[in-house]
């Protein structure tokens, strides 16, 4: 399934809106503005939640937690020591954990389990906001991909002025 995530122009938090392949709207992600740390909600179109991504503030290095339905599902950890490349696992319970790794400039990115890609990020350059397109490979969990996207942006361009 293809996605395009959109980060929203203007929003007090860190918002995005995820269309699928017919650009429609699919997902929303609600970032909370006045927070200890990152915090946001990712929604189906109805409100409903589908995960929380909480910053866990007392780290080495960014590192963000998924909870789903009120449980931690997967913690997504930036690598600190790595040359030329950005690199992140995506821990989940038992042995289906993820590594994403990405050019120096964090614009293209590829998340494998073991050898087998399981989807692929590329950013647009033309965008006013940052936008993704996200490429999830058939039966794969397209929540914590994209939960996971989401988590990225945020580690790697959090810190930069968005236009």
């Not at 395009?4 to 699919?26: C, H, T």
């Not at 109805?46 to 963000?64: M, V």
């Not at 042995?95 to 692929?120: K, S």
Request: hydrophobic content about 40%; overall charge negative; proline content about 2%.
């Amino acid at each position: 399934m293809r996605y395009v995530m959109k980060q929203k122009l203007f929003s007090w938090g860190d918002d995005f809106v995820i269309r699928d392949e017919s650009e429609r709207d699919a997902f929303f992600v609600d970032g909370r503005a006045f927070s200890l740390g990152k915090q946001l909600s990712f929604q189906d179109m109805a409100g409903n939640e589908l995960a929380f991504i909480r910053q866990k503030l007392l780290s080495w290095g960014p590192t963000y937690e998924i909870h789903r339905d009120g449980q931690l599902y997967a913690v997504v950890k930036k690598e600190l020591f790595t040359l030329f490349r950005c690199r992140f696992t995506v821990d989940v319970p038992g042995p289906d954990d993820l590594e994403a790794e990405g050019d120096f400039m964090d614009h293209e990115y590829a998340l494998n389990r073991g050898r087998a890609t399981v989807a692929g990020v590329s950013k647009r350059w033309f965008a006013w906001t940052d936008t993704y397109g996200v490429d999830i490979a058939d039966g794969e969990d397209d929540v914590l991909i994209l939960a996971s996207t989401v988590v990225i942006d945020m580690a790697c361009h959090g810190d930069k002025q968005r236009r």
